[in-house]
């Protein structure tokens, strides 16, 4: 209750300060911005990496841009709904896949290579910042939901928060209007072999045993028929630390003893972050089974932890994106998407009891190798070594 | 889209003319916009989660079933079982985090394009600063003021449906119901603790 009255707080009190400054301030009409700049260092044209003035405005208000479908950008979303709600993370992948070919901005912003890399570069962050606003607006609410349910482990929380921002901030400010199409794609390529990977080990003998042991150990003591134990003294409850120094703190987690190196949640959260940020993803995928792995902790307490963690890099990498670099993004398309994941989400809890787990996950294993492949090499090399070419 | 903006621009931007002056009336009608979006979006939510209300209680079941052996093994002392049931826990978890984060999609979709009209009307127009702001600079758009005025509208409106009756059922829903007293209900550290004295 104290936490969101300070919540509360906050927010009122950044309302009053954007008040006040506005109220004192004046209005007058931008004469220039990053994206106009951009456009008037393009040659003017008809062909390909040219801009014709007179043409009509189509994507991100270029004149004679490729002009984005919102009935295409609302039904691919209904396929990224689905799979968010049946497989999870590689919903995140599937919206910049959308964002990179389905609607044609990697071909478009590619035109501009050579005749005007400003435009290629501000098209790429675009791309990137769209992807953030996509899964970080549809993981606002469900994040506060869990901040609400969850308990923070504050020390871990800091650490991890203070990586997180760092970046958030970072990689936005280093590479924003600095990342070629051709290179985000490469690195958004290798990315996606690595979830791919996750899931391949999923589905392998050796994860399917791990997994199947787990639910065993657990099943196992369900049936023990949970003996009746004591419960604790005051003194054993919470987190009492046993001892603490740089490379490490040992700690009892209600009777139960663990330890983890202090710089591993500073680090972790900062290269999450990173991550999250230079591709344009949430990053939850990457926090959760991070925070299990750390230290071993309760559901609840990851759930309170990562969410907040993915809210506070979520928000300073947008800002920074789009405050720092003012970085332009289609609104409408991302309003058709939403609608789009909305009505997949429906859709996915329907349809998932008919397909194994097992099965989804092999599904998009082929997936994940077929856009890695072809997006690192595209990236990379230049040219795709899978259709279309 | 900006043909359906140009039809519909003369009745959003007659929410900002509700008052003579003109940063009172833009702050006024940025509100009215954030009610709008707020009252889709809580519709739109709870059509999405009553549709699928079977299944999202199935799986978040599952997780507060699996979540609750893990405090008890805890309190038992019993790190085997603990990290076994934890481990359930949180994949349970990952599948419903997904599942609430495309089904949040419910409640905000209104508000991007709220801000593409915005960008429409106002994206030209740049407010000075009295003072030059570190990383903001001197000059701001309506993004700097949308989201604070959204945020408060979220905040006020939830307190305030709640005192509305036929509203409650609106403010009550959310991805996941929590507190059906039928269900099994997330144990926490309290639950496995002794009380003092």
Redesign the interface.
Same mark, same amino acid.
């Given at each position: 209750m104290k936490n969101k009255k300070r919540l509360a707080a906050g927010f009122i009190f950044m309302f009053l300060i954007s008040s006040v400054l506005l109220a004192w301030s004046t209005v007058s009409y931008a004469g220039s911005d990053q994206l106009a700049d951009a456009i008037a260092a393009t040659p003017e044209g008809t062909g390909p990496g040219l801009i014709n003035p007179d043409a009509e405005p189509g994507f991100l208000g270029i004149p004679g841009g490729i002009s984005t479908s919102y009935i295409l950008g609302f039904l691919w979303a209904i396929w990224v709904g689905w799979i968010f709600s049946t497989v999870g993370a590689f919903g995140g992948i599937m919206a910049g896949v959308g964002h990179i070919t389905v609607f044609g901005l990697r071909a478009y912003g590619a035109s501009f290579k050579d005749s005007s890399p400003a435009l290629n570069k501000l098209i790429t962050d675009s791309i990137r910042v769209s992807n953030q606003w996509l899964v970080g607006l549809s993981g606002m609410i469900s994040s506060f939901n869990y901040y609400k349910m969850g308990r923070l482990v504050l020390p871990l929380g800091i650490c991890l928060a203070i990586g997180s921002i760092a970046g958030s901030y970072l990689v936005p400010w280093i590479t924003a209007g600095k990342i070629s199409l051709k290179a985000y794609i490469g690195y958004f390529g290798l990315i996606v072999f690595v979830i791919g990977g996750f899931l391949f080990y999923e589905t392998t003998p050796k994860g399917q045993a791990k997994k199947k042991a787990a639910s065993a150990a657990a099943k196992a003591f369900e049936e023990a028929n949970i003996k009746k134990t004591d419960k604790l003294s005051p003194e054993e409850c919470g987190v009492q630390v046993k001892s603490w120094s740089l490379t490490c703190i040992s700690f009892t987690f209600y009777g139960v003893e663990f330890t983890f190196k202090p710089i591993i949640p500073v680090i972790g959260g900062f290269i999450i972050a990173a991550i999250a940020s230079f591709l344009g993803v949430g990053g939850g995928f990457l926090f959760v089974p991070f925070l299990t792995s750390i230290a071993g902790l309760p559901m609840f307490l990851v759930a309170g932890t990562s969410a907040l963690t993915v809210f506070i890099g979520m928000i300073v990498s947008i800002f920074t994106y789009m405050a720092v670099s003012g970085v332009p993004i289609d609104w409408a398309l991302i309003g058709a998407e939403l609608a789009g994941i909305f009505v997949g989400s429906m859709i996915g809890p329907r349809t998932s009891k008919y397909i194994p787990d097992i099965w989804l996950k092999r599904l998009f294993v082929v997936l994940a190798l077929y856009v890695g492949i072809r997006y690192t090499t595209l990236g990379f090399l230049g040219r795709s070594l899978l259709p279309p070419f | 889209?900006?043909n359906v903006f140009q039809h519909i621009d003369s009745l959003l931007i007659s929410l900002f003319r509700i008052v003579d002056t003109?940063?009172t009336g833009y702050?006024l009608g940025t509100a009215i916009i954030c009610v709008i979006c707020f009252f889709i979006g809580k519709v739109?939510l709870r059509i999405?989660s009553s549709?699928?209300s079977s299944?999202?209680q199935k799986?978040r079941s599952a997780?507060v079933h699996?979540?609750n052996?893990?405090?008890?093994?805890?309190?038992?002392?019993?790190?085997?079982?603990?990290?076994?049931?934890?481990?359930?826990?949180?994949e349970?978890?990952?599948?419903v985090?997904?599942?609430?984060?495309?089904?949040?999609?419910?409640?905000?979709?209104?508000?991007?394009?709220a801000?593409?009209w915005m960008?429409y009307r106002f994206?030209?127009? !740049?407010?000075?600063?009295?003072?030059e702001?570190p990383?903001?600079g001197s000059? /701001?758009?309506y993004?700097? @003021?949308f989201f =604070?005025?959204l945020?408060?509208t979220y905040?006020f409106m939830g307190r305030f449906m709640s005192k509305i009756n036929s509203l409650r059922a609106l403010k009550n829903n !959310?991805?996941?119901p929590?507190d059906l007293p039928d269900q099994e209900h997330?144990l /926490?550290?309290k639950d496995? @603790?002794?009380q =003092?004295g």
């Open positions: - | 889209m900006d003109p940063i702050y739109t999405s549709f699928n299944f999202l799986d997780m699996m979540h052996l893990s405090m008890k093994a805890l309190a038992g002392r019993d790190k085997t079982a603990y990290t076994s049931c934890n481990k359930q826990a949180n349970a978890f990952g599948k985090f997904f599942t609430s984060v495309a089904l949040g999609s419910s409640a905000l979709w209104p508000v991007p394009f801000l593409a960008q994206g030209q127009v !740049q407010f000075e600063l009295p003072v702001l990383v903001v000059h /701001t758009g993004l700097f @003021t =604070p005025i945020v408060l905040i !959310q991805v996941y929590e997330l /926490t550290f496995i @603790t002794s =003092p």
